[in-house]
């Protein structure tokens, strides 16, 4: 690795995408997002994200730079079988090496085909060649390799971009590749808090961020939620964790209930769900203007299906009336989205289903539909515990997709809540 400025640390990591279709925003470029905050997880700062259409001259000058001014250069995408999947020729060309023929990637990428019953096509032969000295990384999900070489001082990471492809090779070995390179540890635990705005967060915890060192601790800002992430620096696992845990309890003792969780990979249907196997409850949704959004969510946890009864879609005021029992007064007098209507849709769905936890979500989520009384955004959301129903209003900002979302989330909260106080 080249040599660090005295008053830099840190290993330095770049980030290339490749592909034009990232440019033209026909594919949403999640593999940045992904990558970089892996690579902050490793302890590495990442100082430059680029995108590069398919082109050899502009892909070769973009590395070129990076690796002049980057200890870590990882780049994904371009690595198919077509003729305009550049990278690792360009790459071999800036490190000034040649490509010879991998015998077993070749076997491996015939295994695949033949695992599938295909045959592999001619052009999937120039995914075996690889550049001379490199590392090959196995590709368990695909036919492009990843590979790790090294110029100048610079190493550079291949990655293959389908995110489908791309994250299981760098956890299974670009990852543990770089976590060797790296002389700390760093350990990270992430308090997430349902409610409540960033802003206020922050100042809640503005003291902390004041005189933080190390562990530092930074908010996040999700939908309905605000995550404070806490990072420590480290000799090794054990210090790292005593660091972080001091600093986690107080968050706790500060926001309370509002935490629902401080594991990195528990969401907030996660929370619920495991609030219900705890309390042995049981729970069913009743939706209008999300669709079985909410539903979705939470049969995405898996032991749910010990939980979770049923889930009702009912977007007609006639599928209220026949599925869940809404009265056709109430209906009449109040309106789809109105606090009555979502009080009877969650005593319905308990009723019908059996469920100890039942939510009901109406609402406007637009564009139109719409009135001066009821705009769009307005969402009435309800959640009964064995009878006894809490109802709260929104009012939600954004698209369509948007407010669905934040219904989902703030639904959920409200499951969550109902079931700490009266599960």
């Known amino acids: 690795m080249r040599q660090q400025d005295e008053r830099e640390s840190d290993m330095t990591v770049e980030l290339i995408c490749v592909?034009?279709?990232?440019?033209?925003?026909?594919?949403?470029?999640?593999?940045?997002?992904?990558?970089?905050?892996?690579c902050a997880d490793l302890g590495l700062s990442c100082y430059f994200q680029t995108v590069v259409g398919d082109?050899?001259?502009?892909?070769?000058?973009?590395l070129s730079?990076?690796?002049?001014?980057?200890?870590?250069?990882?780049?994904?995408?371009?690595?198919?079988?077509?003729?305009?999947?550049?990278?690792?020729?360009?790459?071999?060309?800036?490190?000034?090496?040649?490509?010879?023929?991998?015998?077993?990637?070749?076997?491996?990428?015939?295994?695949?085909?033949?695992?599938?019953?295909?045959?592999?096509a001619e052009n999937n032969w120039k995914q075996a060649m690889i550049p001379r000295g490199a590392q090959i990384m196995v590709n368990h999900n695909g036919t492009a390799p990843g590979i790790i070489m090294e110029t100048g001082g610079c190493l550079l990471?291949?990655?293959?971009?389908?995110?489908?492809?791309l994250i299981p090779m760098f956890e299974e070995s670009a990852a543990p590749y770089l976590r060797k390179l790296t002389p700390e540890v760093i350990f990270s635990r992430t308090v997430k808090i349902g409610g409540g705005c960033e802003s206020k967060v922050e100042m809640l915890v503005k003291d902390m961020i004041d005189r933080q060192s190390n562990p530092t601790i930074a908010t996040y800002a999700k939908t309905g939620e605000v995550h404070i992430r806490v990072t420590a620096k480290a000799s090794g696992l054990r210090e790292g964790k005593k660091l972080v845990k001091p600093v986690v309890k107080e968050l706790k003792k500060r926001f309370g209930d509002a935490v629902y969780s401080s594991g990195e990979d528990c969401t907030l249907e996660d929370a619920v769900v495991n609030l219900l196997h705890a309390k042995k409850l049981t729970a069913a949704c009743a939706e209008s203007c999300?669709?079985?959004?909410?539903?979705?969510?939470?049969?995405?946890?898996?032991?749910?299906?010990?939980?979770?009864?049923?889930?009702?879609?009912?977007?007609?005021?006639?599928?209220?009336?026949?599925?869940?029992?809404?009265?056709?007064?109430?209906l009449k007098k109040h309106g789809a989205v109105s606090r009555k209507t979502a009080r009877e849709m969650a005593l319905g769905a308990a009723a019908v289903s059996g469920a100890d936890v039942t939510a009901a979500i109406?609402?406007?989520?637009?564009?139109?539909?719409?009135?001066?009384?009821?705009?769009?955004?307005?969402?009435?959301?309800?959640c009964s515990v064995r009878g006894k129903v809490t109802v709260k209003?929104?009012?939600?900002?954004?698209?369509?997709?948007?407010?669905?979302?934040?219904?989902?989330?703030?639904?959920?909260?409200?499951?969550?809540?109902?079931?700490?106080?009266f599960g």
């Open 55 to 62: 082109n050899e001259e502009r892909l070769s000058l973009t």
């Open 362 to 382: 109406t609402g406007i989520a637009g564009p139109g539909g719409g009135t001066e009384k009821k705009p769009v955004g307005l969402v009435y959301i309800a």
């Open 65 to 120: 730079q990076a690796v002049k001014r980057s200890d870590i250069v990882i780049l994904c995408g371009g690595l198919g079988p077509t003729e305009d999947d550049l990278t690792k020729e360009t790459a071999a060309r800036v490190c000034g090496v040649e490509l010879e023929l991998s015998q077993s990637v070749k076997e491996s990428i015939r295994a695949y085909f033949e695992k599938r019953g295909m045959d592999a």
């Open 19 to 38: 592909g034009t279709e990232l440019l033209l925003g026909s594919i949403v470029n999640t593999n940045a997002a992904y990558l970089a905050e892996k």
């Open 290 to 330: 999300t669709g079985g959004m909410l539903s979705a969510r939470l049969v995405s946890v898996p032991g749910v299906s010990e939980v979770y009864r049923a889930g009702f879609v009912t977007y007609s005021n006639k599928a209220k009336k026949k599925l869940l029992n809404v009265k056709s007064e109430t």
């Open 157 to 165: 990471i291949l990655l293959p971009g389908p995110p489908n492809e």
């Open 393 to 421: 209003k929104f009012f939600f900002n954004g698209n369509r997709q948007k407010i669905r979302e934040a219904a989902c989330t703030s639904a959920l909260l409200l499951m969550r809540n109902c079931i700490l106080h």
